[in-house]
């Protein structure tokens, strides 16, 4: 049958669906055009932007030294190019002067640039504080320094150079601007509700990355405002991926029933509470920053096992495995945080490189999003890798707050647990939540074979064994037959179907055909394109399997033409020179039915296939003739449901099987009657020859050649045969076929 495509199977974002009613060509010419342009035009103002931001950090002045913090909390400068700081190496700095010259106390809080993962309230006050008191000190082109044990020092401020940004915020502002290309792609492909929501999900996770690549330049001095921004801004950036996410997972896969109201509580709820904790009005403002952005990711949770309870999808599956795992991260890593906030002296710092991990974390799983139907192993393995950071990164932060271990005793520990988790894990962590989990070679083998050897039997199956086989390989919960085809194996909906194309050798005058496959292994993964490559070597197989067998039969066609046409032109014509030549009457007669019994021969040889009632009447023909010259009675009963096709093997067997066991009958039971029943309904056939001979008990035969030619023809049809008495004398036979009839 042919079916349309329902919305949820359309095709993946970065290609059109070759299921769908072509375009016009200059219309779509026209398209690609326009968003060719649109797409160069983003990537140019995006890297526009962040060439423009690099600059800026460049021209922001800083004080270029390398600082530590020691035991008790203080900024100890450890190395400076610069001659006013090299005779203060090893003192701590206590005071910044301000604009009028009155020091203001300033300690290891300057090294903390991140805000955002600052979790007492007063501390991220105190460290905010500091870092706009020295950036404003530095934007007047010197800064006066208080250190213990010495006089003030005057300090010029240098602009960092491009030299001084460090060389983290390069590959973080590449990712950055990878998320928005990204985010440029997805949404010129595809222009739809559900592709803005992922690309505002991006462009936020790009802005995060920026503000850590900001904060990863060399040493002390950010731009103006920075520091006071950091919090506000990147809590929004945050807020609004979860928002987005919820209201993403409302509309897609499935649009779920109230999706427009269930996505305006939860903006509203956003808009409400943000400014609250913002403003530091929901204090403590860290745990309530953290509780709404795991509310959020509970909440998308929710609306996608929802959506999957509504209608069964692989997307959906998938996406509610990684949302658990992303999920259960930011609470490990917001645990983490949390409890090593009591250290301040060293916890800042590693709190700052878990929460970096989970915004990496976080971004590749935004990147591999769009790919998860196609093989991108890099990003895989990325996801994966910065996954495994932010479980590292985190677990030394509790080794560290919750037992008391040395900074490098807990990071080995944690490296350790990540090594064991990276290793034995991969494979599982792959298959479990990108739903990859595939047949072994083996059993793909295994069931290639099987299906092949079926082929070669029974060619006319080839459309129901390629779909059995393909049920095999990828448990869909649905397989439809469509009529549009494409040139080869398709993914569909980013993986929620494929669509596979039935280049069988098929008669010219069929339409060729494909089949849509929905929701891979009962809608627990995604089709990937690894799937269609495979599906293509599956059909192509099986292509070759029946060509291989056509070829053979047309040989073997070809032979027994060639033999039916050597045995009329010489057995035929020394027969029928013998029968002119015969000496009696009797003898003539003979001769004449060996010459219809060869004629009967050669045309079953030279025809391919053999209608069943022609077929029956030629048996009927031949066993009354032959019963006749023997003087004997003949009783036929023939019944079938529909008039069949015989191929040359069934034929054969039948005409033979017939031949023989009244040939018994005559010339060792010496019966009078013979009655032969044949009854073929659906796949059965049940046949009986019956006389009222001499045959005595069949136990006690010596089967020899012709009984045991009998067994090898009822063999060949997939049947059984048996004899048995016929009280009150004679000998009955039965064979019995249950898939004689079978759909071949």
Request: net charge positive; aromatic share 6%.
């Amino acid at each position: 049958m042919s079916t349309s495509v329902s919305p949820g199977t359309e095709e993946s974002i970065f290609e059109l669906s070759s299921l769908e009613p072509p375009a016009r060509q200059g219309h779509r010419a026209q398209l690609m055009g326009w968003r060719r342009r649109a797409m160069v035009a983003a990537a140019l103002l995006a890297c526009l932007a962040l060439l423009g931001l690099a600059r800026w950090l460049a021209l922001t002045p800083h004080l270029d030294a390398h600082w530590i913090s020691d035991s008790q909390g203080r900024l100890v400068l450890q190395s400076s190019p610069l001659a006013e700081l090299q005779t203060q190496q090893g003192r701590a700095l206590l005071a910044v002067l301000d604009e009028k010259g009155q020091p203001q106390a300033v300690d290891a809080l300057l090294l903390h640039r991140s805000p955002r993962w600052q979790v007492q309230d007063g501390v991220r006050a105190r460290q905010v504080q500091q870092q706009e008191l020295l950036a404003k000190r530095l934007a007047t082109g010197s800064v006066v320094l208080q250190f213990d044990q010495g006089q003030p020092v005057t300090v010029p401020a240098r602009p960092r150079g491009f030299a001084g940004l460090g060389w983290l915020l390069w590959p973080l502002a590449g990712l950055a601007l990878m998320l928005v290309l990204f985010a440029a792609v997805v949404v010129l492909a595809r222009p739809h509700v559900r592709n803005g929501l992922y690309a505002l999900m991006a462009v936020c996770q790009a802005g995060n990355l920026l503000f850590i690549a900001m904060e990863s330049t060399r040493g002390l001095g950010l731009p103006m405002g920075a520091a006071s921004l950091d919090l506000q801004v990147r809590l929004a950036l945050d807020v609004c991926t979860g928002a987005a996410m919820v209201h993403a997972f409302a509309l897609h896969p499935h649009r779920l029933p109230k999706a427009g109201a269930l996505a305006a509580a939860t903006w509203l709820a956003v808009a409400m509470l943000l400014p609250l904790i913002q403003l530091g009005v929901l204090v403590p403002t860290w745990w309530w920053a953290q509780g709404l952005c795991m509310g959020l990711g509970v909440l998308a949770l929710l609306v996608i096992g929802r959506s999957r309870q509504v209608q069964a999808n692989p997307f959906a599956a998938v996406m509610q495995r990684l949302g658990l795992v992303t999920l259960a991260t930011l609470a490990l890593v917001t645990a983490a945080v949390a409890a090593s906030s009591r250290m301040p002296v060293v916890a800042h710092g590693v709190a700052v490189g878990a929460s970096v991990a989970w915004y990496l974390f976080l971004a590749s799983l935004l990147l591999l999003t769009p790919f998860l139907a196609r093989s991108r192993q890099v990003l895989r393995e990325f996801a994966l890798l910065a996954g495994v950071s932010t479980v590292a990164a985190s677990v030394d932060l509790l080794f560290v707050a919750v037992f008391s271990l040395s900074a490098f005793t807990s990071l080995a520990v944690a490296v350790f647990v990540a090594l064991a988790l990276y290793a034995g894990a991969r494979q599982f962590l792959l298959q479990q939540l990108l739903g990859r989990t595939l047949l072994s070679t083996e059993r793909t083998f295994e069931l290639l074979y099987r299906a092949a050897r079926d082929v070669q039997v029974r060619p006319r199956r080839y459309p129901q064994r390629l779909a059995q086989l393909l049920r095999e390989l990828f448990e869909p919960l649905e397989l439809l037959n469509v009529s549009r085809v494409p040139s080869r194996s398709r993914v569909l909906g980013g993986g929620s179907a494929l669509v596979v194309p039935l280049r069988g050798p098929q008669d010219k005058q069929q339409a060729p055909a494909a089949m849509l496959l929905r929701s891979a292994q009962g809608g627990r993964r995604l089709f990937t394109h690894d799937d269609a490559r495979l599906a293509d070597r599956v059909v192509e197989q099986l292509r070759r399997a029946v060509a291989y067998d056509q070829a053979v039969e047309r040989g073997r066609h070809e032979e027994r033409q060639r033999l039916a046409q050597d045995l009329h032109d010489d057995i035929g014509a020394r027969l029928l020179t013998l029968m002119y030549q015969a000496q009696s009457t009797e003898m003539e007669d003979y001769i004449r039915h060996t010459l219809q019994d060869l004629k009967t021969l050669t045309r079953g040889l030279a025809a391919s296939e053999h209608r069943l009632s022609h077929a029956a009447a030629e048996w009927k023909a031949d066993l009354t003739q032959r019963l006749t010259v023997a003087q004997a009675a003949l009783g036929w009963s023939f019944s079938c449901d529909e008039d069949i096709r015989l191929s040359v093997v069934q034929w054969s067997a039948l005409t033979r099987i017939l031949r023989e066991l009244v040939s018994n009958s005559l010339y060792h039971g010496h019966a009078s009657r013979i009655d032969v029943v044949l009854q073929i309904s659906g796949p059965r056939l049940w046949l009986s020859v019956a006389d009222d001979g001499q045959g005595g008990d069949p136990t006690t035969w010596a089967h020899g050649l012709g009984l045991g030619g009998v067994r090898k023809r009822v063999k060949a049809l997939g049947g059984t045969v048996v004899w048995r008495e016929n009280p009150p004398r004679g000998i009955v036979c039965e064979v019995q076929a249950d898939s004689f009839n079978a759909p071949s």
